[in-house]
């Protein structure tokens, strides 16, 4: 990296943790909703609409990402970030005002998540591609485990969830100062820059994977707040701060070797990983420690950690088109993760948080059986 490119880097890490700080603050809404004694199902569907912005945001943008102002959209993005931070402590108590704000930090979730991570592809050389989309990574990481343990112990201690949206608002407010600040201008190919979707039929497998990748993910941090909170398992800050150091440690371990692993063999072995914490999950009920909650989130972190940067490179790899390769891994993550919190919402509201996680594991586990066992089959060719 020459020098404005690593200061444009440096700024874009600092934008995307302040952005997810802000969001991940909410990742124990289910704790204070649980309170208010709403159903599960209600839950899963206020988790799980950010996710299904996500996917109409990408399916809007897809074929026109590479050929639009990114700046301007993600300026806009965090100005609503604002907005519903606002309506969020107005509203606190009012469900149907939650549900429409919301779905307005879905928008924001959508436009912010899949543009400054673009942005990022377009600034990161192709050469050191994994290992930095890795290092960038953390700064998402980092929020993941330092917002919902600010938001915990803020609601803890002062007994008001208002005081998180106050401070999402901060956050926000902050972000659109230091990201204005940033200077970015892609260098348009109209050899290989045009408005034609993305050809599907190259990535075949990949799309499954990466919707199952996304409903593991969505498993975890959808429900494991409320999991805890009904298995009295708390702080359940632990499980976001084990998964985070975790994934940190990993990446900053394997920066420059990731980029030499072959990435099929890598998908294999983390995806497994990934699988496997699914069904320790489904044993909490059974072992409340905190020591085991701290190692489920370990056990995930490292499969998260090296499965994430490898599914984004393989996609990019593929076209000259970076920016629609990009929005189509994020799309089907997304869909994967909205999916996981619907369906899984609704099952264990039916029936119970362990049985959900066992379902999800068999889920999980069969479709890698059908991927890479059933006929042997190549997904990076």
Do not use: C
């Not at 934008?15 to 991940?24: A, E």
């Not at 409340?288 to 995930?300: E, H």
């Not at 029936?351 to 059986?369: A, E, V």
């Amino acid at each position: 990296m020459d020098k404005q490119e690593l200061k444009s880097f440096i700024i874009l890490f600092i934008t995307n943790f302040l952005f997810f700080l802000g969001f991940n603050l909410l990742n124990i809404l289910p704790m204070y909703l649980t309170l208010l004694n709403v159903t599960s199902s209600y839950i899963g569907i206020i988790m799980g609409i950010p996710m299904f912005m996500l996917v109409v945001i990408t399916l809007i943008y897809m074929n026109t990402i590479d050929l639009i102002d990114k700046k301007k959209y993600l300026l806009l993005a965090f100005l609503l970030a604002v907005i519903s931070y606002i309506l969020y402590y107005l509203f606190y108590n009012n469900f149907k005002i939650i549900l429409l704000t919301r779905l307005i930090q879905g928008i924001t979730y959508g436009i912010g998540f899949t543009f400054i991570f673009s942005m990022a592809i377009d600034i990161i050389p192709s050469e050191l591609r994994v290992g930095y989309l890795g290092m960038f990574g953390i700064s998402g990481s980092l929020a993941n485990a330092i917002g919902p343990f600010v938001a915990e112990y803020v609601f803890k201690t002062t007994e008001n969830f208002r005081n998180v949206f106050l401070i999402g608002l901060i956050l926000s407010t902050i972000n659109i100062i230091i990201f204005s600040n940033i200077k970015y201008s892609k260098k348009y190919n109209e050899k290989h820059e045009t408005h034609n979707p993305i050809k599907l039929d190259q990535y075949k497998d990949l799309i499954i994977l990466s919707i199952i990748f996304g409903s593991i993910f969505s498993t975890h941090f959808s429900f494991i707040s409320g999991y805890a909170q009904k298995i009295n398992l708390l702080p359940v800050s632990v499980f976001f701060i084990s998964y985070t150091l975790s994934l940190i440690i990993l990446r900053l371990l394997l920066v420059k070797k990731i980029n030499r692993w072959e990435k099929e063999k890598t998908i294999k072995i983390f995806f497994l990983i990934a699988i496997f914490s699914l069904l320790t999950e489904s044993m909490l009920k059974e072992f409340r420690f905190i020591v085991f909650l701290s190692i489920v989130g370990i056990i995930y972190g490292l499969s998260h950690s090296i499965l994430y940067p490898t599914f984004s490179s393989i996609f990019v790899e593929k076209t000259h088109e970076k920016g629609k390769a990009t929005m189509l891994f994020i799309l089907l993550f997304s869909l994967g993760q909205g999916a996981g919190a619907f369906l899984y919402g609704f099952v264990a509201e039916k029936i119970d948080y362990q049985f959900m996680y066992l379902i999800s594991f068999f889920i999980s586990f069969i479709t890698f059986g059908y991927v890479f066992l059933s006929k042997n089959k190549k997904i990076n060719n």
